[in-house]
Each structure stands twice: as C-alpha cells, then as structure tokens.
C-alpha cells in the first residue's frame, strides 16, 4: 500500500501562486509516475501534470507555461508550482501515484481562485 499525503492548497486571488505538495509512503517501488489532477464541481476529473522516475513530464495544454511539476527523490515527493493562477483553476486537486499497475490516490487539497 501507499499513502499519499497532499499540502498546500488554499484561496488565491487571480494572478496568484501556490505550491501543491504530495508526499508518498509506504510500499514505495522505483519506477512510477506521480502528479496531480483536478475536479472541478459538476466536471470530470482532468489531469493537471505528471511526472516520472525518469523526469519525464507531461502537461494539460490549459496549464503549460504557468505550471511546473517537480520531484524529490529522496523525500518521494513531488511539488506542483501553479503560477498566474486563474479562476477557472479552482479546483479539488488530487495527488496520483502510479506503480506497477496500481493506482493510489490523494484525499485531495482544495485550491480556490477568486478576487
């Protein structure tokens, strides 16, 4: 098993920036892929950003240029840097962990967009 524990969401006004944090423990294997998704209320949940062991990163097209996903090793953690933040990104953020076939999942982080 793995647990993902996520941090840092919250309300921003738009233009802002936020760090969205996911940490993994557990049952840790060496090749995966981790990152984020979103929900937004009413919508399907939608990937934001992935990354792999190798460092290899994939990006939604409504996110790439104000979004970075990076990763620890160590710390089997991964960080989601969201900048110029806009309204239509207020979303429930969930934390993805892919490995050897298993998909775990975050509790989710709120992230709220408003003036």
């Known amino acids: 098993q793995v647990q993902l524990v996520e941090s840092g969401g919250g309300l921003v006004q738009p233009g802002g920036s936020l760090r969205l944090s996911c940490a993994a423990s557990?049952?840790?294997?060496?090749?995966?892929?981790m990152g984020w998704y979103r929900q937004a209320p009413g919508k399907q949940r939608e990937l934001v950003a992935l990354?792999?062991?190798?460092?290899?990163?994939n990006y939604a097209d409504s996110v790439k240029g104000r979004f970075t996903i990076t990763r620890d090793s160590v710390k089997n953690t991964v960080y989601l840097q969201m900048n110029s933040l806009k309204p239509e990104d207020t979303a429930a953020y969930y934390c993805?962990?892919?490995?050897?076939?298993?998909?775990?999942w975050g509790q989710g982080t709120q992230v709220t967009v408003s003036s």
């Open positions: 990354i792999n062991n190798l460092g290899d990163t």
């Open positions: 993805h962990r892919r490995q050897s076939a298993v998909t775990y």
């Open positions: 557990g049952s840790i294997f060496s090749i995966y892929s």
